[in-house]
């Protein structure tokens, strides 16, 4: 082959390889950027999971922040934004919540006489290891709101407030929970000494799981949707 | 210069070409992959708004069953998945849903006898176009959930499949809302003729807003967090 032939294919191998360089920077154009967008938050969304056991490692401050400040962007009725997120992370104080949690979980087991012994002790013992599990997390934030305002509006503002906590918290790859059968509001309430306007509605944990838990098993999508009237089912 | 020289000079450019293309393969690796999401997320529950008024642009089939499949993937309490979303779509019934939400409003405020003649009227007025507005939606989506098992937690759980909701149809270009004053809960299931065990949690048009509106003022981030206890504060 001549030298010119050589210089041909290196010319043509430029060429092709700036086309490649084009069309990679192309990739982050707007257009696939929304559809990045919208695949990002479809995965993080379809991978929330409810974590009850986690690694200990700790969450950098930043990030807490970052993850509540997702929270509040929640829509919040005639814009009151009723939250108190109340973090708790020295591990002497985790440990206390937790010893409370399990002895009124125990008394709470204590007030159905109906059941048989055998199956209360089962309650009990199983509510206080999940309990224990649970508390392994670094972290937990008291989702609270204030009912001076709308009473009712509050509740739910403090519930889209906390699925965009564990979105957030979800992309950043932690996981959550929306705790609230063993964790008593009362009880948390009078361990955070929280006035009496507020309301709890969940505790979450925020930690790196101990594992994923697999999607539990779920209904059919039709069975949700209704078109126009439930006449015309 | 000599052959050789371009030669190598075109060698070397092919190298630094590959070079180039490598690292723009890396940007698509996992770790960018991760942080990448993590934007997407949070642009997405940053910008997403309360919209009040839609072009008529209608929205595909397929984007409506997206956006309700994403909902379900909330959190739910003892995996019940309680929810019903009522798809309204049909404009002629749209336009009988927003006469009944009118007059509805209508007779609602002047259940307040205390209110001055010109400011009850002022009242109507408003309300009566904030609801046309709202209408002016091409689809509604009313949630609602079973109450028979979980009554307290099936609230909940309507209020977290809705945050999904409008994220999801946030990320996807659309405008959501989520509307209970103007939208009588009661007067709503009557109009879809649901049955007593759902309970109405809220309406949400879907659909191209008129305009994105501006962020809502907000308090200061700092206001929403507690370390600790509050007798910390």
Not at 91 to 108: F, G, I, V
Not at 125 to 131: D, L, Q, R
Not at 227 to 233: I, P, T
Request: charged fraction near 25%; proline fraction near 5%.
């Amino acid at each position: 082959m001549s030298v010119k032939s050589y210089i041909g294919i290196l010319i043509i191998l430029n060429l092709f390889l700036l086309l490649l360089l084009e069309s990679c920077s192309l990739d982050s154009d707007e257009a696939e950027s929304n559809s990045l967008k919208v695949k990002a938050v479809f995965e993080v969304i379809g991978t929330r999971r409810t974590v009850r056991e986690f690694q200990g490692t700790s969450v950098p401050q930043e990030h807490i922040i970052k993850i509540l400040d997702a929270a509040r962007y929640a829509p919040t009725a005639g814009n009151v934004q009723p939250w108190k997120f109340v973090v708790i992370q020295k591990r002497s104080r985790l440990e206390s919540l937790s010893e409370l949690l399990q002895t009124s979980w125990e008394q709470k087991i204590k007030t159905h006489p109906e059941l048989e012994e055998e199956k209360r002790n089962l309650y009990v013992t199983g509510g206080k290891e999940a309990i224990q599990k649970a508390m392994t997390a670094p972290v937990y934030i008291i989702v609270l709101v204030d009912t001076s305002v709308y009473p009712q509006y509050a509740l739910y503002d403090g519930c889209l407030a906390v699925e965009n906590l564990m979105l957030a918290a979800r992309s950043m790859g932690y996981g959550t929970g929306f705790f609230t059968t063993y964790f008593e509001g009362g009880v948390v309430k009078s361990f955070l000494n929280a006035p009496e306007n507020l309301k709890f509605i969940c505790a979450t944990p925020l930690g790196i799981p101990l594992e994923w838990p697999p999607m539990p098993e779920k209904k059919y999508l039709e069975e949700f949707i209704v078109y126009e009237s439930f006449d015309e089912e």
